[in-house]
């Protein structure tokens, strides 16, 4: 199990970037060279580092560097899982972890949880709660329907509502 001291006795972390650093040279490649930035990016924007032959995602890494605990449930706060800076991380659960995210690219209305209903020729307006998605009404206006869904998921969603627009 990966510790506190271990990882600050290996790696460098700059709190206002969220960048690491080798502070020691490991391995025979010669990317682990003490003072080069370890990992890579995957396709989704998270950053990983592999530490003795096991790869974690920098935003473990850096709660583990910073507070001594390995936790799962990180939210990135400014929806850029490529910002690991402390001060954009939090402890959430996973049900507040999927609150905060982005606006799907596939959106036809441009607002998260709203989408045209054909059968009624009326704005939905949908919001997952506890793992269950839930309709809350059908609008004929536009911005009345966007008033509600963005009260509701703040209401319903607090300090994890992401309006994704």
Request: proline share 1%.
């Given at each position: ?88 991380l939090r402890l959430c659960t996973s049900s507040e972890n999927k609150c905060n995210t982005r606006l799907r690219s596939d ?59």
């Open positions: 199990m990966l510790t506190q001291e271990y990882l600050q006795s290996i790696l460098d972390y700059d709190r206002d970037t969220g960048l690491f650093t080798w502070k020691v040279n490991k391995g025979i490649s010669g990317k682990s060279k003490a003072g080069v930035h370890p990992g890579y990016k995957d396709k989704n924007g998270y950053m990983y580092i592999r530490i003795d032959y096991k790869l974690y995602r920098s935003h473990r890494l850096a709660w583990l560097y910073v507070y001594g605990e390995f936790k799962c449930e990180i939210d990135h706060i400014d929806n850029n899982p490529s910002n690991n800076a402390i001060n954009n959106s036809t209305s441009g607002v998260k949880g709203l989408h045209w209903y054909k059968a009624y020729k009326k704005w939905q307006v949908n919001i997952n709660v506890n793992k269950k998605r839930k309709c809350y009404g059908y609008f004929d206006d536009f911005f009345e329907a966007c008033c509600t869904i963005y009260s509701l998921r703040n209401k319903l969603h607090g300090e994890f509502a992401n309006h994704g627009n």
